[in-house]
């Protein structure tokens, strides 16, 4: 049994996307939004996922997975595998959209719907401050941190923080993230993930159930987030490595400027304790300058 890689975008809507299996997707938004009682959603219906621009100035959004329950919560389910310097603002504008988007001319406020999105990285941290794997984002008062407002919901989960092992697997989000971030290394069913839901993802993620043509779809969409990911490895670490130079530049000409006071100093006789106050230099380092000083006297 081989498994296809959830992370990859046609694996990740055949997982989350199916008519047949929507107990999949309510299982892990109830997951991880930590809904119980009477907020777990029951059932879903998926939405046009194409998010038209109200101008042509404005971005058009293809979203990956977008659902609604009874009640007429929205949620959308994204799986971000390229970096992206403005990932959190990507997010916000998705769902500030997504909640404006729902009203015509005329319509009351009160049809206005609650929007939460799920944002899923793969390979880069949102908040590398932060020690968790998921963050949930309300809007709170700032006094008494009371959850008034509830129309807009993000959730970051950051794949690269979760590190559980298949052995270590406890909570359902374990067995999502753990699905998630590894099912497509495996060549059989993980003992925790055999169970309800969780078995049924990975029958969905079974290699086997596509057919010829979405292989071949499939294998061009690895090699290209292979490819991706390489280039954004090299993008993520360029702007740090840049900094580093910048550092070593300055660095090697604070230290250049050091010597050369140092030298002038030792020219104009003084004495080496004094030299190593000004230009914060070891005094073994200006001993070794006031000999070669000497040493091209004596040559001179």
Known sequence: ??????????????????????RV??????????????????????LNNEQL????????????????????????????????RAFGSRIVYYGAKTYTNQLGKAMPYDDLNP????????????FPKKPSHKSIHYLV???????????????????????????????????????????????????PLKQAEFGEACQLLNLITLSDSEQS?????????????TNDYLAMNAEE??????????????????VETARKMLSKGFDVETIADVTSLPVDEI?????QNYGTMAEF
């Open 25 to 46: 997707t309510i299982s892990f938004l109830n997951t991880m939004l930590e809904y119980t009682d009477d907020r777990r959603i029951e059932t879903i219906q998926f």
């Open 115 to 126: 929007v939460t999105v799920v944002a899923i990285t793969k390979q880069f941290e949102v």
């Open 141 to 191: 008062d700032s006094k008494t941190y009371e959850h008034d407002l509830d129309d807009l919901t993000f959730v970051f989960i950051e794949l690269p923080k979760f590190t559980k092992k298949e052995h270590e697997l406890v909570t359902n989000e374990d067995k999502w993230l753990f699905l998630l971030k590894e099912i497509g290394f495996y060549n059989h069913i993980p003992e």
């Open 241 to 258: 490595y840049a900094k580093k130079a910048l550092q070593k530049g300055i660095e090697k000409g604070s230290r250049e400027r050091q």
């Open 1 to 22: 049994m081989k498994f296809l890689d959830p992370k990859i975008d046609l694996a990740f809507k055949k997982l989350f996307g199916s008519e047949d299996h929507k």
């Open 287 to 291: 001993k070794k300058l006031k000999n």
């Open 217 to 229: 779809l499939y294998e061009r969409k690895l090699i290209e987030s292979q490819s991706r990911e």
């Open 53 to 84: 621009p109200v101008s042509a100035e404005k971005k058009e959004n293809i979203l990956d997975i977008f659902c609604t329950d009874r009640s007429g919560r929205k949620f959308i389910i994204e799986m971000q595998n390229a970096w992206m």
